[in-house]
């Protein structure tokens, strides 16, 4: 009997446990947040995801609004196409024009917003990927902070514009911050291509020398069997003469 309670307080304390983790854990996924495709390497170019979750179990997510740093320019914002929602891309005038590929830009894009095409959005329960193509990344700051507007069907509107600060607990609604990584020696991806080239090249090697295996061993199978006729040719041919 007291082996039972024993495992049955376990079992208690082991829910106990298991709900305040996921009573912990489920804010921390609960925001609008950011994340690139592969890695957004300093002065590169890179494809993020902004991730939406609806947090609300009467309304949808009609529309999103991500407004870009101003003290970090992107020259270069190309919205993909995601079903059921319309996209706008709002560009400013720069205090301070860029040089982009030795060409000088002197408008940069300063908010994305999303639109419910058809009016049901984002539903309960549900979360969705706006994807975006942005550079050139800057080169003198490790991050980048994205102040994003969430507006529901019921007129409810959430602000996620709190900016993170290293040290200190997440804000309620903290802001989507993009974290970029070291810059490689090619912004482009040539030393991708690079990889690339090799990679065939040495399949393309491999590939030969497997070719010249198999046509050896075919030579040394073609060797071995006229070698074994041979053989047994002359050993019918002793054999006739020793019965002679």
Do not use: C
Request: net charge negative; charged share 20%; proline share 6%.
């Amino acid at each position: 009997m007291q082996a039972s309670r024993i495992a049955s307080r376990a079992l208690a304390a082991g829910a106990v446990a298991g709900t305040a983790v996921l009573a912990l854990s489920v804010p921390a996924f609960a925001h609008v947040s950011v994340q690139p495709e592969g890695t957004a390497a300093k002065g590169g170019y890179a494809v993020v995801d902004f991730k939406v979750p609806n947090e609300r179990d009467n309304a949808s997510t009609t529309k999103v609004e991500v407004g870009f740093p101003a003290d970090h320019p992107l020259a270069s914002v190309m919205p993909e196409s995601v079903a059921g929602w319309n996209v706008q891309v709002t560009k400013s005038k720069l205090d301070k024009p860029l040089t982009v590929h030795g060409e000088k830009i002197d408008e940069a894009v300063t908010k994305v917003t999303w639109t419910a095409a058809d009016g049901k959005g984002i539903r309960p329960g549900y979360f969705q990927k706006f994807p975006l193509s942005l550079g050139a990344l800057p080169e003198n700051t490790d991050q980048l902070v994205f102040k994003a507007v969430q507006t529901y069907s019921n007129k409810e509107v959430v602000r996620w514009i709190e900016v993170p600060q290293a040290g200190q607990d997440e804000p309620e609604n903290p802001a989507p911050v993009l974290q970029l990584s070291a810059a490689t020696d090619d912004h482009h991806g040539t030393a991708d291509a690079e990889d690339a080239s090799d990679r065939t090249a040495t399949a393309a090697a491999a590939d030969s020398g497997y070719h010249d295996t198999d046509t050896t061993a075919r030579v040394l199978a073609v060797v071995g069997i006229v070698v074994g006729v041979a053989g047994v040719a002359y050993g019918v041919l002793a054999g006739r003469r020793r019965t002679a």
